[in-house]
């Protein structure tokens, strides 16, 4: 046995009797650190790509009981399951793995010869504009290098333009949607006002983690599945979702189906918003 793999049972960090695979004094835990290279990769992977008993309970209850799983948080159940934020990311991180690897366009969606954006003819970036002075402060140099970029974009050709669009949108999009998480928990604090449920913030934060991560998951498997069938997945997750908004705010279907719908009309434009964002950020930074 190596001479640091704790035959005495006790913590290497603190040096606290060890009752568990966890220090009681400092948290940390109780592994052998000279274990085989296999069993540290076999540990990052069940850690970092949540391999555990608690996945499959987290998964079977999101998919099979609609809101059950963001109850059993807001009522302090958590330790079963998955932490939101970590299923959200392994779930995104699915999603947009296999749009990558298969492709979310067809071969000859970059041909024709329409452009996305035209060239007007405008001044060039080194001709004087008295309406934009580029020393004139903060909001006239961003629109100068608006207007730049977008000259730049509509003098490529129109299939190297949609070629730029998919990728710009395919790195900027997950970003885009991962600043956009606060504002749907806005939303459905504000759907919730002078609701009798108990709830804050942060509850609100942790649905919105669960039904996004229920839409990459159908996402996911309406990317690899055929189209006919895709459709009838889109619905059903609406219907899913609708579900999980009314048990998980404990909501009777009077008060929940139409909150419901105004979130998916608020939560419709937000993204909307957030797409041209994300479109603006491909034609100012590629």
């Not at 970003?175 to 804050?200: D, G, I, K, T």
């Not at 839409?215 to 309406?222: D, G, N, R």
Request: proline share 7%; charged share 20%.
């Amino acid at each position: 046995m190596p001479s640091d793999a704790q035959p005495t049972g006790r913590c290497l960090n603190c040096d606290a009797a060890l009752a568990g695979p966890y220090c009681s004094e400092c948290g940390q835990r109780a592994r052998d650190p000279s274990r085989p290279l296999l069993e540290i990769l076999r540990e990052f992977v069940v850690e970092s790509l949540l391999l555990d008993g608690r996945l499959t309970r987290t998964l079977g209850m999101l998919l099979r009981h609609p809101g059950q799983l963001s109850a059993e948080f807001r009522h302090g159940r958590r330790a079963r399951f998955t932490s939101p934020l970590r299923l959200y990311l392994a779930t995104s991180l699915l999603c947009f793995s296999v749009f990558a690897i298969r492709g979310c366009v067809a071969p000859d969606a970059f041909a024709g010869d329409d452009p996305m954006l035209v060239d007007d003819g405008g001044p060039d970036e080194d001709e004087a504009d008295p309406a934009l002075d580029r020393d004139t402060g903060l909001m006239a140099r961003v629109a100068w290098t608006i207007r730049d970029s977008a000259q730049q974009f509509a003098r490529l050709p129109p299939p190297e333009q949609r070629k730029r669009v998919y990728t710009g949108l395919t790195n900027h999009v997950p970003r885009v949607l991962f600043f956009a998480m606060p504002v749907f928990a806005v939303f459905v604090q504000l759907l919730l006002w002078r609701r009798p449920v108990r709830h804050n913030y942060v509850d609100c934060l942790v649905f919105g983690l669960h039904v996004h991560a229920l839409w990459f998951l159908s996402a996911t498997l309406e990317a690899v599945l055929p189209e006919a069938v895709g459709g009838l997945l889109v619905l059903a997750t609406m219907i899913h979702t609708t579900l999980a908004f009314r048990s998980a705010w404990e909501l009777p279907w009077s008060a929940a189906w139409w909150r419901a719908l105004a979130l998916a009309l608020l939560y419709g434009c937000m993204l909307v918003l957030a797409v041209s964002a994300a479109f603006l950020l491909t034609i100012v930074y590629g």
